[in-house]
């Protein structure tokens, strides 16, 4: 599962972390868990020629050219029924796809930090700090864009890993008033809190 190290590695790890965490708890609690994880693995059947792609690039990689070989040539269906079924360790050459999808949601958590998109206002500063740290490692060490994004409903997903329902209610909130506000007066607010009000939308936005 380890990717050589780099200053994102703590996002990745944890990305890897919470996929598992999150498979525990759909187990033993179902819920919304059960939903959540239920998104995760539609997402993943979104997606069988990406995985495919990274499968084959695992096991190329592993030297293993009979799975390789296997791979490349399995279906699409195969793939996503496998992608769907959410197993997480598999077994001879299935044990890359699984690779492939534990791969893919960690980069896509590097993603979703990158956003910048705090879903809680005590997670602003925190997101912010994450977006330059992100995007500046994959610019100058990589040279290229994050490659892996989530879809809204897995966002959803990792918003409720990081924050209670109530705060997020709370973000969209500010998202919605921040509509019908557009100076201190319309809000009922003096200059100083209005702009104050502003900063951490702002913050909450970037």
């Known amino acids: 599962i380890f990717e050589k190290a780099d200053v994102?590695?703590?996002l990745h790890e944890s990305g890897h972390f919470w996929l598992e965490q999150l498979k525990a708890d759909?187990?033993?609690?179902?819920?919304q868990f059960g939903r959540d994880w239920d998104v995760v693995r539609n997402w993943w059947g979104s997606r069988p020629l990406e995985l495919r792609e990274e499968a084959v690039?695992?096991?190329?990689?592993?030297?293993?050219?009979?799975?390789?070989?296997?791979?490349?040539?399995?279906?699409e269906a195969k793939i996503k029924a496998y992608a769907r079924a959410g197993d997480l360790r598999g077994e001879g050459t299935m044990r890359y796809v699984s690779i492939a999808m534990h791969e893919q949601f960690a980069r896509g958590v590097e993603s979703y930090?990158?956003?910048?998109?705090?879903?809680?206002?005590?997670?602003?500063?925190?997101?912010?700090?994450?977006?330059?740290?992100?995007?500046?490692?994959?610019?100058?060490?990589?040279?290229?864009r994050l490659d892996?994004?989530?879809?809204?409903?897995?966002?959803?997903?990792?918003?409720?890993m990081l924050a209670a329902d109530e705060e997020i209610a709370l973000v969209e909130g500010q998202y919605e008033l921040a509509a019908l506000f557009d100076n201190a007066e319309q809000a009922g607010l003096t200059p100083e809190k209005f702009a104050d009000y502003q900063q951490q939308l702002a913050d909450v936005k970037s």
Do not use: C, H, I
């Not at 892996?148 to 409720?160: A, G, I, L, N």
């Open 57 to 75: 690039k695992r096991a190329k990689k592993a030297k293993d050219k009979d799975a390789a070989a296997a791979l490349q040539s399995m279906s």
């Open 26 to 31: 759909a187990t033993a609690v179902g819920g």
């Open 148 to 160: 892996v994004q989530f879809s809204p409903e897995v966002m959803q997903v990792m918003d409720r």
């Open 113 to 144: 930090f990158a956003t910048g998109r705090a879903p809680s206002l005590s997670l602003a500063g925190a997101f912010n700090a994450f977006k330059v740290w992100v995007l500046s490692v994959y610019t100058k060490l990589f040279g290229t």
């Open 8 to 10: 994102t590695t703590f």
